[in-house]
């Protein structure tokens, strides 16, 4: 029976970067996955600037990066867009099927033992150690237990259990996406993204909470709508002829119709893929005797925008460095794990709580927070960043509330009065 340090389950890019900063720690770690990588992964593939925090991440650029995006384009349900341009990269692109397997070749270089093609079966924390048992018969002891298995994670489930919380995310906490990724060209790409890489997303499409996107890559889109699984089921309630595959499907007539997809290209159901994303703010604890949980299992995901890899990699590397004040201690229980629940809450558990108002407001006055932003080069910046995930909470609590209802009031409000409506610029592409 082998013996690590750490055994992480689940290697996609939380648990990839935890057994990156804990292999060049020096422990011995075992990086469990039930897929055999490269695999692809349903996401948008983009990354929030916070993702610079990372040397490895921005000294390896060239081993995954497909673009850097200096405009956004943010559209209502009416569609009035906001067009955001940047001097620097305020969003970077990659394809998860390059990035992920990366992210585990890292680990790998720095000492992580990769175990693939395997999934773990149960596990069990004993006073001196954790048994896992994988689904191939073998057993692996270790001091520590990390869970990075996704949205349905086991040690996850375990801590929940313990912890008297619910056993699964509410479906309002649980927003479902869909994707699919194309290669249009590079000549298209130049010619209607142009050289800034040009990431939009429409708010509220069809009127449904949510949002449809458009990521440009190298010469390659990304199209994909995510809304949340508690809207998708009373819609299929009240229609159950409606779809959301449909769904994704008009939006691409929609970008079609807009100039932003070419016309000449046929998408059909099969090219789409779907996963589900916890947006619930993150679980009320996250730990326990030698275990813990990052990334999706945690649901450390932006309420907002639904990004999750800058706080899967924060995540993977918070609780590696805990880990390594906790061995010198050689002390796992509940108490001492709290270090690393208290590393994540302290650092961005308040982004969490404010980026789930932002989502709120979002939904029920969007055509009054475009409409602002639009005519609002400071507000303009401010929310773009705020809907990519690269505004703090503390810019976002001192201002987010001010803003909306300064911008409701002297575009919507007394417009209404004085019958003087001001004229949003035109977006071109």
Not at 95 to 104: E, I, W
Not at 397 to 412: C, E, F, M, S, T
Request: hydrophobic share 40%; charged share 25%.
């Amino acid at each position: 029976m082998s013996h690590y340090d750490v055994l992480v389950e689940g290697a996609g890019p939380a648990g990839a970067t935890a057994a990156y900063y804990l292999a060049m720690q020096g422990k011995k770690v075992a990086l469990v996955d039930r897929a055999k990588f490269p695999r692809e992964k349903a996401c948008g593939g983009g990354l929030c600037v916070h993702i610079e925090e990372f040397d490895h991440i921005i000294s390896n650029w060239d081993d995954f990066l497909e673009s850097k995006c200096l405009r956004g384009i943010v559209y209502g349900p009416d569609f009035m867009p906001v067009d955001y341009v940047s001097e620097k990269p305020f969003f970077y692109n990659i394809r998860r099927l390059k990035f992920d397997n990366t992210l585990v070749e890292y680990a790998v270089e720095k000492g992580a033992t990769l175990i693939e093609g395997v999934a773990v079966k149960d596990f069990e924390v004993h006073p001196d150690k954790v048994v896992t048992k994988l689904r191939n018969g073998e057993e692996i002891t270790s001091d520590v237990i990390i869970g990075a298995g996704g949205s349905f994670d086991l040690v996850s489930r375990r801590i929940r259990e313990i912890e008297n919380m619910p056993m699964k995310w509410r479906d309002e906490d649980i927003a479902t996406a869909l994707y699919f990724e194309i290669d249009v060209g590079r000549e298209y790409m130049d010619s209607v993204y142009g050289e800034e890489r040009i990431s939009m997303a429409h708010i509220k499409y069809q009127n449904l909470d949510g949002y449809g996107w458009s990521f440009s890559k190298d010469t390659v889109l990304n199209v994909g709508i995510g809304c949340p699984r508690s809207i998708i089921k009373k819609i299929k309630k009240d229609n159950p002829k409606w779809d959301e595959r449909q769904y994704l499907l008009d939006y691409v007539e929609t970008l079609k119709e807009q100039g932003w997809f070419p016309k000449e290209i046929q998408v059909d159901r099969k090219m789409i893929a779907g996963s589900n994303i916890p947006v619930g703010m993150g679980m009320k604890c996250t730990v326990g005797d030698r275990m813990l949980v990052i990334g999706d299992a945690g649901g450390f995901v932006s309420p907002l925008s639904g990004e999750g890899l800058y706080y899967a990699l924060d995540s993977g590397r918070l609780a590696a460095e805990s880990l390594d004040t906790l061995f010198k201690e050689r002390n796992f229980d509940k108490q001492s794990m709290m270090l690393y629940h208290n590393a994540w809450s302290d650092k961005w558990g308040d982004d969490l709580e404010w980026l789930k108002v932002g989502w709120h407001l979002l939904m029920v006055m969007p055509n009054s927070l475009i409409k602002y932003a639009a005519l609002d080069e400071e507000t303009k910046e401010f929310f773009t960043h705020m809907f990519v995930g690269s505004m703090p909470a503390s810019k976002i609590k001192n201002k987010v509330l001010a803003l909306i209802a300064k911008g409701a009031l002297k575009h919507d409000f007394l417009s209404h009065i004085t019958g003087q409506h001001e004229k949003v610029p035109p977006v071109t592409n």
